[in-house]
């Protein structure tokens, strides 16, 4: 009976953290798109740029115009710990070629 309560106390603390980075994509016009990165361990805020631009490479494979509207967000990681200490977001707007 022990090692169940253990077993379901690990699920829920796994559960409770979010995969690192949380990306996002979403079409707004023909070859437009917004770009959302959220990060639970950010140890440096370029970091999240530059996820942004891997995003945005995966998103347009001919090429994309430069990170338009960049803007700070509120993190939406975390945990039931608060494990996430050094969260952060971005958030950009980018037109593919």
Same mark, same amino acid.
């Given at each position: $009976?022990?090692r #169940?309560?253990?077993?379901a +106390? $690990? &699920? +829920?603390l !796994?559960?409770?953290? %979010?995969?690192?980075?949380?990306l996002?994509?979403?079409?707004?016009?023909p070859?437009?798109?917004? #770009?959302? &990165?959220?990060?639970?361990?950010? &140890? /440096?805020?370029q !970091? *999240?740029e530059? /996820? #942004?631009?891997? !995003?945005?490479?995966?998103?347009?494979?001919?090429?994309?115009?430069p !990170?338009?509207a *960049?803007?700070? *967000?509120?993190?939406? %990681?975390?945990? *039931? #710990?608060g =494990?996430?200490?050094?969260?952060?977001? +971005?958030?950009? =707007? &980018?037109r593919?070629?």
């Amino acid at each position: $009976m022990k090692r #169940l309560g253990a077993g379901a +106390l $690990m &699920v +829920l603390l !796994l559960a409770g953290c %979010q995969s690192d980075p949380q990306l996002r994509s979403k079409r707004i016009g023909p070859g437009h798109f917004r #770009l959302t &990165v959220d990060r639970c361990h950010m &140890v /440096d805020p370029q !970091l *999240l740029e530059h /996820d #942004l631009r891997e !995003l945005a490479s995966s998103a347009c494979p001919k090429g994309t115009g430069p !990170l338009e509207a *960049l803007e700070s *967000l509120p993190s939406r %990681q975390g945990g *039931l #710990l608060g =494990e996430c200490l050094r969260s952060g977001a +971005l958030r950009a =707007e &980018v037109r593919c070629r």
